[in-house]
């Protein structure tokens, strides 16, 4: 489970804090330039720009830059939507020094993901559930997120949703620790109990209930991870 963050305050957005980073006015064209091409319509011109923004530590320097990349958590590209989340992530992480990234770049980020709905948080899962390597990246970016629980209850309550976006969100309440999501996951698994007897007991029963009955296990564990001392 991961900490609270501090309660974020609303700044106004510089483009770099120059008292904690070096040379950054040199820089302003090529970050301005890049920003530009974040609004291109060519994927691949897009993915340039973030890599040239990530390679001059922009979105850990720029309140600005964090902001503008939040504000594209919904990114088609699915590519380019997983870069942008592991940049944010990088930014609510320690360096290798152990440094945080600047108070001012972590508010902003925070202000923003404090707003977070129910299509922010499936386009965190959609990525969490094809790159595995980012899940700490997403855990970190749904800590800030106070209302998070409730959209991955809904969304892991959806029989409409795919079974692996699903089994994402149970996964993610449990880890970043969902405690007041307890009652409802403890509903959901009695519910899937419940369907899983139907299926053995009767073998017509519908396909949908044998597919659903893969949650389980998955609820079961994130269970075990909120009732955790």
Known sequence: MYPDFPQPI????????????????ELFPAVWSALEDLTEADPEIRLNALEQLIELDAPRFSPVVSYILVTKITESILELRA??????????????????????VRNSLHLYLSGFRTRQIYALLQVSAEYDSLEEHVCRLLNACPFAGNHLIDILNDSKTPIEIRMQAAVLIGKVGYLYTLPAMEKLARRLEARRFGQKTMGFAPQRNSIESSLLPVVNEALRTLRAP
């Open 10 to 25: 609303s700044p106004q957005p510089q483009l770099f804090l120059l008292e904690e980073s070096i040379g950054t006015i």
């Open 83 to 104: 870069r942008i989340i592991e940049a944010l992530g990088k930014v609510l992480t320690p360096d290798e020094n152990g440094f945080p990234a600047p108070e001012d």
